[in-house]
């Protein structure tokens, strides 16, 4: 079936770029998303990416997709400590258009 | 900005009771879906819901989870006999139709099964 991985933390200073790397298996997937998570909270949508564009940016996040290796990441630019959050990649798959998702990335922003 | 919501926040129950867990998707969304999160793994695909039947489930909902939209607003998802591994943050999200169709979640709900 399918699968997504991530890497599970990530530690940047406040100010630098982060990149929050993503593999997935599903080479049908037509819609790739970003979600992210606060402590307690619900998935926030962040941005999306079809699958027949290799990159969208909005605002400070930018999004990279390479279909042939199926790799997505997302950067963010001048990251915040607004940022350290639990980063999800997901693919949307089946007949539903379910998400199934990465493990999560925990983004640690350091002061 | 419409927002999915989820009721109750917080849920304990006992093993072996019922428990109903409540969403209020988002009001011009057609599709439904509940997604569950075990404390430390992924987020994972329990059901989705359209046209008040069930479109598509995945192999952890057997016959003991069950899905309603009992009125125009909420979707309900219904655990027959709580197991202790039921214990998971749940989270119910909707979406429009159309080719892009981004799915909204909700808060969700701990639940939490002694």
């Known amino acids: 079936g399918e699968d997504v991985e991530q890497s599970l933390f990530l530690s940047v200073r406040e100010g630098d770029s982060s990149v929050i790397n993503c593999t997935y298996t599903d080479s049908s997937s037509t819609y790739l998303y970003w979600y992210k998570q606060e402590p307690g909270a619900g998935l926030q949508l962040l941005t999306y990416i079809f699958s027949n564009m290799d990159m969208k940016q909005d605002q400070r996040l930018t999004v990279l997709l390479n279909k042939k290796d199926k790799h997505l990441s997302l950067r963010i630019a001048d990251t915040q400590t607004g940022d350290s959050a639990i980063y999800f990649c997901a693919e949307r798959s089946g007949s539903a258009r379910q998400l199934t998702f990465g493990s999560g990335t925990q983004l640690t922003v350091l002061p | 900005e419409p927002e999915v919501t989820q009721t109750p926040s917080h849920q304990v129950t006992q093993m072996g009771q019922e428990v109903i867990l409540r969403c209020v998707p988002i009001s011009n969304h057609l599709y439904f879906y509940w997604y569950r999160q075990i404390l430390g793994q992924k987020v994972e695909f329990l059901v989705s819901f359209y046209n008040n039947e069930i479109s598509e489930k995945s192999e952890i909902f057997d016959d003991q989870f069950s899905v309603e939209r009992p009125d125009g607003s909420n979707f309900t998802l219904k655990i027959r006999s709580t197991k202790l591994e039921d214990s998971a943050m749940y989270f119910c999200?909707?979406?429009?139709?159309?080719?892009?169709?981004?799915?909204?979640f909700g808060p969700g709900t701990r639940l939490t099964v002694t």
């Open positions: 999200a909707s979406r429009t139709t159309g080719r892009r169709g981004e799915q909204y």
